[in-house]
């Protein structure tokens, strides 16, 4: 097969690739468990560095079709290096890595669980952008406490190509997010496809007003600018048990079944920073296919720690094959 223009191609992956499928409130988590392309013997922000150089080629054949589909999120389970974490993990979808993923985490969780490699309490994972934990709960349910997580900037206005402006704030929630509640849609009757193609119109205005997520160095006060790659429209939940109900843009152009966890840690943030949400109160998040986290934070040196809730179950376990004679064995890239 011929290398696609501009990409190396590794053809490392060809050995097959076990992998355990689940979902997290209808959100798919394909965790790779044997046939891990060797990252060597770095740290994890190291190993996720060589996968992101390396191994676009594999990243591709697990998520993509033939032998998955777009909103897949993967997971590659490394050995951890810390003394006290149950593993190491890289997240990554049909067009990158992710910097985190909640509600992969929580698929994570549930695939160890049923490899019987933990069992019911608190587990720490590595990921790229630092330690998470996972506590499996008696009851099948599963809470993360995520990355610190903060709004960088309220009140941003946007001007949206055939809708007109759009006000929204920036918060990290392990991802970059703009959150958005005056879009104009009726998020429980519209149509999905109305809804993804808004989402994008904002990601592209974003992209165009050169809108970032800056991370500064708390030590050198340095910046780094970062792509917003999520964007999340929030309405009124039709659940009882819930406080809101979202939509979100995956960076892949995929849209998120569950309500997002890192989605929500954002969210938290700016209800955290807006002063209408107290630590240690719930939120209920609906998603937009009614599935639901349940959402909590503590403060920490004026950040927010959320804890995010949710349940995850085994869909698959399966052996992913790769014959060189196969066109696509590489997946199939949408242009
Ligand atoms: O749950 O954090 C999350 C997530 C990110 C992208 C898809 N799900």
Not at 81 to 93: D, E, K, T, Y
Not at 206 to 232: N, S
């Amino acid at each position: 097969m011929k290398a696609h223009p501009g990409r190396v191609v590794y053809r490392l992956f060809m050995d097959p690739v076990r992998v355990i499928d689940s979902h997290t409130e209808g959100e798919p988590t394909r965790v790779v468990v044997d046939g891990v392309p060797d990252l060597g013997e770095g740290t994890i922000e190291e190993q996720t560095a060589i996968f992101r150089a390396r191994h676009e080629s594999f990243r591709r054949a697990v998520t993509c079709e033939p032998r998955g589909h777009e909103a897949i999120v993967g997971a590659l389970l490394l050995e951890p290096r810390l003394p006290g974490s149950a593993a190491a993990v890289i997240f990554f979808n049909n067009v990158g890595t992710l910097h985190m993923c909640v509600h992969g985490t929580i698929g994570v969780a549930v695939t160890l669980a049923h490899l019987g490699r933990i069992g019911p309490g608190s587990h720490q994972l590595e990921t790229s952008i630092g330690l998470v934990t996972a506590h499996l709960g008696e009851n099948g349910l599963v809470s993360v406490e995520n990355v610190p997580s903060y709004r960088q900037r309220a009140g941003v206005q946007l001007h949206v190509e055939g809708h007109g402006m759009v006000t929204g704030d920036i918060a990290w929630g392990g991802n970059w997010f703009f959150l958005v509640s005056d879009h104009g849609m009726d998020l429980a009757s519209t149509d999905i496809e109305v809804l993804r193609s808004r989402a994008l119109l904002i990601r592209k205005a974003l992209e165009a007003e050169a809108i970032h997520g800056v991370q500064v160095d708390p030590e050198t006060g340095d910046e780094t600018y970062h792509v917003i790659d999520h964007v999340e429209l929030f309405d009124d939940p039709t659940r009882d048990d819930c406080d809101s109900r979202n939509f979100v843009l995956c960076p892949g152009g995929e849209y998120d079944r569950s309500p997002c966890g890192t989605g929500t840690s954002a969210k938290l943030a700016c209800l955290h920073a807006d002063g209408v949400l107290a630590a240690g109160e719930p939120w209920g998040q609906e998603s937009i296919i009614g599935s639901r986290f349940v959402g909590r934070f503590h403060e920490r040196d004026g950040k927010i720690i959320p804890t995010i809730t949710g349940g995850a179950w085994i869909s698959a376990e399966s052996t992913l094959i790769f014959d060189p004679k196969d066109p696509f064995s590489e997946g199939i890239v949408r242009s």
